[in-house]
């Protein structure tokens, strides 16, 4: 079984950057893909992007070009840079792995 845990959400300037942390830990072999989603109050969570195991990536139109994820296979751990933050990037993000979801760090991009 896997638990994630999410670190570096926080309250940002448009135009600003922030990176997304999640370290999976538990009891598993391989994790063959992580994610992140996001979701902001009474809308539906939507993909932001995913990464496989040997690192092919997917990202959601509205952040192509702005969101870079990463991942380290020997931590266990996926990474969001998000740059040229908008107020639209406003939401909860979580960190996503098959079978389980994290509990969401908050993203507020506000001047």
């Known amino acids: 079984q896997v638990q994630l845990v999410e670190s570096g959400g926080g309250l940002v300037q448009p135009g600003g950057s922030l990176r997304l942390s999640c370290a999976a830990s538990?009891?598993?072999?391989?994790?063959?893909?992580m994610g992140w989603y996001r979701q902001d109050l009474g809308m539906s969570r939507e993909l932001v992007a995913i990464?496989?195991?040997?690192?092919?990536?997917t990202y959601a139109d509205s952040v192509k070009g702005r969101f870079t994820i990463s991942r380290n296979n020997a931590k266990n751990t996926v990474y969001l840079q998000m740059n040229s933050l908008k107020p639209e990037d406003t939401a909860v993000y979580y960190c996503?792995?098959?079978?389980?979801w994290g509990r969401g760090t908050q993203v507020t991009v506000s001047s």
């Open positions: 990464i496989t195991h040997d690192g092919t990536t």
């Open positions: 996503y792995a098959p079978g389980a």
């Open positions: 538990g009891t598993f072999f391989t994790i063959n893909y």
